[in-house]
């Protein structure tokens, strides 16, 4: 995998993502760190390289947290197929 890619809407004030490995339904580690996202209209987004295989069945998450450091309800989520 070369890059993930993840949005949401509506816009948050200093809003920043981070990108997590799951495996068998537990947290394995954080592969990127909260980054700042950039916006668009009343989307944030961010984008990582990250240039890793990862195992079948693995998912990598994202999450989501604004100013106030809250972080938002839910995960989006890939599975990864082999």
Do not use: Y
């Amino acid at each position: 995998m070369d890059s993930v890619t993840t949005s949401r809407t509506p816009h948050r004030i200093h809003a920043q993502a981070l990108l997590t490995l799951w495996e068998n339904g537990k947290w394995k580690q954080n592969i990127r760190g909260w980054t700042s996202a950039d916006t668009n209209g009343n989307t944030d987004h961010t984008s990582w390289s990250i240039n890793q295989n990862f195992p079948d069945g693995s998912r990598l998450c994202t999450e989501w947290k604004d100013l106030s450091g809250r972080v938002s309800p839910g995960m989006a989520c890939l599975i990864i197929h082999r």
